[in-house]
T-cell receptor, first 114, second 109 residues
Framework: DAGVIQSPRHEVTEMGQEVTLRCKPI?????LFWYRQTMMRGLELLIY????????DSGMPEDRFSAKMPNASFSTLKIQPSEPRDSAVYFC????????????FGPGTRLTVT | GENVEQHPSTLSVQEGDSAVIKCTYS??????FPWYKQELGKGPQLIID?????GEKKDQRIAVTLNKTAKHFSLHITETQPEDSAVYFC????????FGKGTRLSVIA
């Protein structure tokens, strides 16, 4: 398996624009997580899905952020409108089941909002 | 979920020395404690984990210890090498997994 795939790897956009980040989890994994990483706040969980259903979105910073998982092999994280403070590295991770199984992280998308 | 406190935030050691990173937590129900390593430009990767029914676990040069009474756990890296330089995250819980803020380890050759 190619691991968790994220696109794009880098995104530079202007304030006010819509940004869509994409993730393809490892085939067969039933959990998908979106994290944001910044120097100040570390690795923050934004939202996670189980069997394509959003379970906890309490980490989503505000209504400008939304996430979807239309099927088991694809998820998106959308920011509309984007702001400079959204600049961060966004990671997607997937996992098979519970019970302390490993979360596999993608390579991340580095977002810069100017 | 409740936070995990991780210390130190940065750590520099000479090659060959040991490195220790500590984490504390407050949720007594936690029973799973993983450690992830993040190299530059990559996502975090699991390097070792421990469950609450075990006090210590080793894997070659790395080990993790858990003190459930005191609610703290530590990562120990012995005989450090330059390739150990990375950011290390502790975690607690399972779903969701809560991470500490990370420790940037620099191994000086």
């Amino acid at each position: 398996d190619a691991g968790v795939i994220q696109s794009p790897r880098h995104e530079v956009t202007e304030m006010g624009q819509e940004v869509t980040l994409r993730c393809k989890p490892i085939s067969g994994h039933d959990y998908l997580f979106w994290y944001r990483q910044t120097m100040m706040r570390g690795l923050e969980l934004l939202i996670y899905f189980n069997n394509n259903v959003p379970i906890d979105d309490s980490g989503m910073p505000e209504d400008r952020f939304s996430a979807k998982m239309p099927n088991a092999s694809f998820s998106t994280l959308k920011i509309q409108p984007s702001e400079p403070r959204d600049s961060a590295v966004y990671f997607c991770a997937s996992r098979l089941g519970t019970g302390g199984n490993e979360q596999y992280f993608g390579p991340g998308t580095r977002l810069t909002v100017t | 979920g409740e936070n995990v406190e991780q210390h130190p935030s940065t750590l520099s050691v000479q090659e060959g020395d040991s490195a220790v990173i500590k984490c504390t937590y407050s949720d007594s129900a936690s029973n799973y404690f993983p450690w992830y390593k993040q190299e530059l430009g990559k996502g975090p990767q699991l390097i070792i984990d421990i469950r609450s029914n075990v006090g210590e676990k080793k894997d070659q040069r790395i080990a993790v210890t858990l003190n459930k009474t005191a609610k703290h756990f530590s990562l120990h890296i012995t005989e450090t090498q330059p390739e150990d330089s990375a950011v290390y995250f502790c975690g607690r819980g399972n779903t969701p997994l809560v991470f500490g803020k990370g420790t940037r380890l620099s191994v000086i050759a």
